[in-house]
């Protein structure tokens, strides 16, 4: 049986947000999902340019769980740029 997840500090979106690539109907795309969490992660260290270390501390959680969620998130966002994915970054 899993451990059950650890509290991860994060902002709260007022609501989710969705991204998709102009011209294509929203309802022709296949979406992937960005969790809060990797969001978070993504802002922390790519935006406000915190190492790894200051991330997982902001965040309440370890550095290695930051590094899964940065690679996680990266690779979705990736993904939805070469597949022409939308992408919906929520709860």
């Given amino acids: 049986m899993p ?5 991860r ?3 709260r979106l007022e609501e989710g947000r969705f991204f998709k690539p102009s011209g294509i109907p929203a309802c022709e795309l296949v979406t ?3 969790q ?5 992660a993504l802002r ?6 915190k190492n790894q270390i200051e991330a997982a501390e902001a965040m309440g959680i370890s ?3 930051v590094q899964r969620l940065l690679a ?3 690779r979705k966002m990736v993904d939805m740029i070469l ?9």
């Fill in 3 to 7: 451990r059950r997840q650890k509290f």
């Fill in 9 to 11: 500090q994060c902002r």
């Fill in 32 to 34: 992937e999902e960005l």
């Fill in 36 to 40: 809060l969490d990797e969001f978070e």
């Fill in 44 to 49: 922390l260290c790519d935006y406000d340019g």
């Fill in 63 to 65: 550095r290695g769980t």
């Fill in 72 to 74: 996680s998130g990266r």
């Fill in 83 to 91: 597949n022409n994915k939308g992408l919906f970054v929520g709860s």
